[in-house]
């Protein structure tokens, strides 16, 4: 059975740091971090490949960095310079590939909450 569990979230004032960290079982082709701010759409924060690609989307770049080890089925969020639009739900995903099919499966998320 496929599972992801998240860990690391909380409430920080604008300007600092949280560390996630999510731990899966699974066989998984690609790690990723999502979140979801109240209101709006999940989006993509970053992700770790089986090649060791690492990568965070643009808008984060600089103040996001990822970590992890998709053979190990571990990977690590640490978020600096939190500004209050980074408040959300921020979710774990593993990629499987079955039959040359990827499948998604999802952690059950951690509450991020930027405020002062």
């Known amino acids: 059975q496929v599972q992801l569990v998240e860990s690391g979230g909380g409430f920080v004032q604008p300007g600092g740091s949280l560390r996630l960290s999510c731990e899966g079982s699974g066989n998984f082709y690609m790690m990723s971090w999502y979140r979801q701010a109240p209101g709006k759409q999940r989006e993509l924060v970053g992700s770790v490949t089986t090649t060791g690609r690492m990568n965070v989307v643009d808008p984060m770049k600089g103040r996001f960095t990822i970590s992890g080890d998709v053979a190990k089925r571990t990977i690590s969020l640490q978020m600096n310079s939190l500004r209050p639009e980074d408040t959300g739900v921020y979710y774990c995903?593993?990629?499987?590939?079955?039959?040359?099919?990827?499948?998604?499966?999802w952690g059950q998320g951690t509450q991020v909450t930027v405020s002062s």
């Open positions: 995903n593993g990629v499987v590939i079955v039959d040359r099919t990827p499948h998604d499966y």
